[in-house]
């Protein structure tokens, strides 16, 4: 890992200690910094995640030399794609969590609570697969993402738990935000539930600038 230590960028504070949190239990001693900028969701979501990009391009360029850790799953592709003219390493925070969902099985069920995620999820979980055939199903979580907005991060998580209890028919369940990140803790299904901050935190910090 460079000097300059790995840029995290969220589209919510709230992703800020969850991270801090993740590299001190397991990464003691790594260089975080990190940018919060919720404007660039609330558009992607207006006007799709292309609009963003040269916001983005400007934003990384600013942000100086290190790698990008990019935890907003609904512009994360479009991150990923900017790494070329930023001439460093972008890894969108769910990548390695859908490496991971793939080698799990082939029937896949994708939780969210936006909307705006669900679409890039596929397309990475696709892109992951690869040749492999694997059936993805979505789901939206009700109310879940209200309750994140609000502050109530237990009444989210509690209600995607709830959903992952619900589902059947998967070899495995995918969380599509970072945000999400805690319900697999909480839900009682058999099936597995994958989350992306810990498996994206270590990805990330491993790239090399």
């Known amino acids: 890992m460079s000097g300059a230590g790995l840029v995290l960028l969220h589209t919510s504070a ?25 404007e660039l969701l609330d558009r992607a979501r207006d006007e799709g995640p292309d609009a963003v990009a040269p916001d983005l391009l400007e934003l990384l360029s600013a942000a100086g030399p290190g790698s990008v850790l990019v935890t907003c799953s609904t512009i994360g592709a479009t991150a990923e794609s900017l790494a070329p003219a930023l001439r ?21 069920t994708v939780l969210a609570s936006l909307k705006s995620t669900l679409a890039p999820t596929v397309a990475l979980l696709a892109e992951e697969a690869g040749k492999r055939p694997v059936t993805i199903r979505t789901r939206l979580v009700a109310g879940a993402w209200d309750r994140f907005a609000s502050g109530d991060r237990d009444g989210c998580l509690a209600l995607v738990a709830a959903a992952a ?39 990330g910090l491993a790239l090399r600038a």
């Open 165 to 203: 209890d619900g589902v059947t028919g998967a070899d495995v369940i995918v969380l599509a935000q970072a945000s999400l990140a805690g319900a697999e803790h909480l839900a009682a299904s058999r099936v597995p539930v994958l989350s992306s901050p810990a498996s994206g935190l270590a990805a």
């Open 88 to 108: 460093a390493p972008v890894l969108r925070v769910d990548r390695p969590m859908a490496a991971a969902a793939v080698r799990a099985g082939a029937r896949i």
């Open 14 to 38: 709230a992703h800020v200690p969850v991270f801090d949190a993740l590299r001190d239990r397991n990464h003691p001693g790594a260089a975080l910094r990190h940018l919060v900028v919720p």
